[in-house]
């Protein structure tokens, strides 16, 4: 529920992105976001909260999360230049990264000691502090291009142009493929990895929480040397590492007993340290070489094939849990995963040893 609206909106928010102002929709995601999740503790509270509803509230911050990452990725070429979009990226996943490591044990530690619903409600607070923090931003932003009243615009020829934008270029389409592969398989390893924690391992959700901070922190290690592992072997090589740093998630296998969470921990830090460094380049590449005013269509398009394997992985690794086992799901999860970094190898992007040049809005 929370990933299905990317493959059935993703190319129609894509079009509308590129007809507004991106901080509007930011702020006002956020705030529908708030709304939405503040609905859990308020109906736990007073005895109504089911199962039945925690599918809407998965609908609903599925759909505004569509919206706000199609406009987040298109909002920052028009806040800096393009050549400093790699470094924008950067920072913004080091703060990420620092939310990654802090998230999990805060939830962790809220769920064992006063219980989910209260957690919920902390992200209600982050969330609503994401808004104002989003609402603070000064710097103008330009009027997306035949945007003004009066205009004519076919709203079924641009979701095409967007989609031309992807399929014309090969590093794009690589790049979708790429991601779209590693969605599936990592999606399929996450569904039985948690029936794998809680019942093989014996794992509790407090030491899942712990397990995954320990991981989070390989995030935030990945941001800060993403540049300097991307100088040292190039852009291309950087990004296919990135993505077989995935295999590194089969030390899971040998978790056992008291050592369980530390070798859990070990293995998301060595999985997770990929990810910044895959994200900033492909991210920062694909800003660099599409014009600003499809900025929106092509993060859109790419949104619907890159997230749109997400609910197949979680449907695949519910029914290959049930059908061949826990522990042979995992390893077809983090197998299909880093298989996809063939479509780098095998394609253009891996003769890439630095950013294109930027092209021209």
């Not at 609905?39 to 998965?58: D, E, H």
């Not at 950067?90 to 209260?118: D, F």
């Not at 095409?160 to 390893?189: D, P």
């Not at 900033?280 to 993060?299: A, E």
Request: with cysteine; proline share 4%.
């Amino acid at each position: 529920m929370a990933f299905i609206a990317f493959p059935v909106l993703g190319l129609f928010v894509g079009v509308w992105i590129d007809r507004v102002k991106r901080k509007p929709v930011l702020v006002g995601m956020s705030l529908i976001q708030v709304l939405t999740l503040s609905t859990v503790p308020v109906a736990f509270a007073v005895g109504l909260l089911g199962l039945n509803q925690l599918y809407v509230v998965a609908l609903v911050m599925g759909t505004t999360t569509l919206f706000f990452d199609v406009a987040y990725q298109s909002y920052l070429p028009s806040l800096v230049s393009r050549e400093k979009v790699v470094e924008g990226n950067q920072k913004l996943q080091i703060s990420a990264s620092a939310a990654q490591v802090i998230g999990p044990t805060v939830a962790s530690g809220l769920m064992a000691t006063l219980g989910a619903p209260t957690a919920v409600a902390a992200d209600v607070l982050g969330t609503l502090a994401a808004a104002l923090l989003l609402f603070s931003i000064r710097r103008a932003e330009p009027r997306p291009e035949g945007a003004g009243p009066g205009t004519h615009r076919d709203f079924f020829a641009e979701m095409k142009e967007g989609m031309r934008v992807i399929t014309s270029n090969k590093l794009l389409w690589t790049q979708a493929g790429c991601t779209g592969t590693s969605n599936l398989g990592s999606n399929i390893f996450t569904v039985a990895l948690f029936l794998y924690a809680y019942r093989v391992l014996g794992v509790t959700q407090g030491e899942i929480g712990i397990a995954f901070s320990i991981g989070a922190a390989g995030f935030l290690i990945g941001a800060l040397v993403s540049r300097r592992v991307t100088t040292k072997v190039g852009l291309g090589r950087a990004i296919a590492l990135s993505v077989v740093a995935n295999l590194g998630l089969l030390i899971v296998l040998v978790a056992n007993g008291a050592t369980a969470v530390l070798v859990l921990g070990l293995a998301f830090f060595i999985g997770f340290m990929g990810v910044p460094i895959y994200n900033i380049n492909q991210v920062s590449l694909r800003q660099i070489i599409t014009p600003n005013r499809l900025q929106g269509r092509m993060n859109a398009t790419m949104r619907t094939i890159i997230w749109g394997t997400i609910p197949v992985g979680a449907f695949l690794g519910g029914i290959l849990a049930s059908g061949i086992g826990v522990v042979p799901t995992l390893l077809v999860g983090i197998l299909v995963s880093a298989a996809s970094a063939f479509w780098i190898i095998l394609g253009p992007i891996i003769k890439l040893k630095v950013q294109p040049k930027p092209v021209e809005d």
